[in-house]
Each structure stands twice: as C-alpha cells, then as structure tokens.
C-alpha cells in the first residue's frame, strides 16, 4: 500500500513526497498500517477494499508517466490484478515461470502458499504487452 500511495503522488506531482503530512489529497486516504491490523481482525475483503476497474485502469496508464520500463511494469500489473498475486511471487518468477500457448499464457509462481499455476487467456489488449 505504501508503494501505491507514493506512485498516486508521484503520478500527479511528479515528486517524492518526503513525509506523511506530504502527501496529496488523493493519496493522504491511504493508510497502509490500517489495512494489516484490519486483515489481522477479519477474514473477509469488501468490495470497497478492492481496485474497481477504473482505477486499475488509471493506475497502468500512470506507469507510461513514470516508469523506465512502462511496457514491463503494465504487464506486471495486469498479472498481478488478473492473478491476484502477492508482490513476493511477482519477485520471484523467471522467464521459464511463462509459458505461452495459442491463445493462452501459464504462469507458475511461487510463494508462501507453494507454487501454483495460473491460466489466463491473452485477449487483444494484452497481446501488444507480451
């Protein structure tokens, strides 16, 4: 959560923001603490705690403004939203953890869980990331 509320500021300020009270309005909301003693009390995720797709949306066009490698960062996002996966199995997976087939890409990650394979079919927009 930290890293999203420095890249919301960064998005719209194109600076670093250098302490908690530096933040802008729109990122100033989030509080990353709060979201892990919450989960340490409950079990269930609300819809209000998720990415609606808007925001994922304006989230990966933010990366072209920001990153040195935007192509890469987009398709490291849509893996991690379609997937749900956990920033430690984005770290860890190799190119060999990809494997494409007509239509469709696998992709096992390993993480706290064990490893897993995801499916996900490549529909036209994803197509130019891959």
Request: positive net charge; contains cysteine.
């Amino acid at each position: 959560m930290r890293v999203l509320k420095r890249l919301v500021h960064y998005a719209k300020h194109r600076e670093v923001a250098e302490g908690e009270g530096s933040y802008c309005k729109e990122a100033a909301h989030i509080k990353p603490d709060r979201y892990n003693r919450k989960a340490m009390r409950e079990e269930t995720v609300r819809a209000t705690d998720l990415l609606s797709k808007e925001e994922f949306l304006k989230l990966v066009d933010a990366v072209a403004r920001v990153s040195r490698y935007p192509a890469r960062d987009r398709a490291l996002l849509y893996v991690m939203y379609e997937f749900a996966s956990r920033p430690s199995e984005l770290l860890n997976m190799r190119i060999g953890d990809i494997v494409f087939h007509e239509g469709y890409v696998e992709i096992t990650t390993k993480g706290k869980t064990g490893k897993d394979t995801h499916t996900c079919a490549l529909i036209q927009c994803i197509k130019g990331l891959v």
